[in-house]
Structures are given as C-alpha cells and as structure tokens.
C-alpha cells in the first residue's frame, strides 16, 4: 500500500500563487503515475496534471500554462506549483497515484480558496 499526505493548501488572492506538496510513504517503488486532482461539492473529481515516471506530463486545459507537477523520488515528494491563481481554481485538491496491480490510491486532501 502507498500512503499519501498532501500540504500547503490555503487561501490566497486572484493572482497569486500555491505550492501543494504530497509526501508518498509504503511501498512507493511500485508507483507508475502521480497526479493531482480537484473537486468542488456537487461535481465530479476532476484531473488537473499528472505524471508517469519518464517526461511525460499531462495537463487539463483550465490550468495549463498556470499549473507545474514535478517530483523528487529520492525525497518521495510530489509538488503542484500553482501561479496566476483564478477563483474558479477553488477546490480541494487531492494527491493521486497508481502502482502496479492496478491498484489506485489518494490522499486525505487539502483545501485551495482563490479569493480577495
């Protein structure tokens, strides 16, 4: 099993910037893709970037160009550098990852509010 903790949600202005970060704990060797999704109440789970373990990165167009995912694997870490934050970015953000198996797992969330 892979543990996950994401950090560094809060409140901040239009404009502004946001570091999520995920720390990955258990059997980690076995995580292929990572990825960062949203969600607001009354709608669905969204993906917002992700990666594989090559160069390979995926972004939703709400946020691409603004969003960054990247990665330490020596430090188990996994980031969401967010810029040019929009109140429509407003969500709890959630940390993801799919090992072998397949077997999928998240994190317990941290809350994102855009707002002046």
């Known amino acids: 099993q892979v543990q996950l903790v994401e950090s560094g949600g809060g409140l901040v202005q239009p404009g502004g910037s946001l570091r999520l970060s995920c720390q990955m704990s258990g059997s980690v060797f076995q995580v292929y893709t990572m990825g960062w999704y949203r969600q607001v109440p009354g709608k669905e789970r969204e993906l917002v970037a992700r990666m594989d373990l090559g160069t390979r990165e995926d972004y939703s167009y709400a946020v691409k160009g603004r969003f960054t995912i990247s990665r330490d694997s020596t430090k188990n870490m996994v980031w969401l550098q967010m810029t040019n934050l929009k109140p429509e970015d407003t969500a709890v953000y959630y940390c993801?990852?799919?090992?072998?198996?397949?077997?999928?797992?998240w994190g317990q969330g941290t809350q994102v509010t855009v707002s002046s």
């Open positions: 993801n990852v799919l090992t072998i198996g397949p077997n999928e797992y």
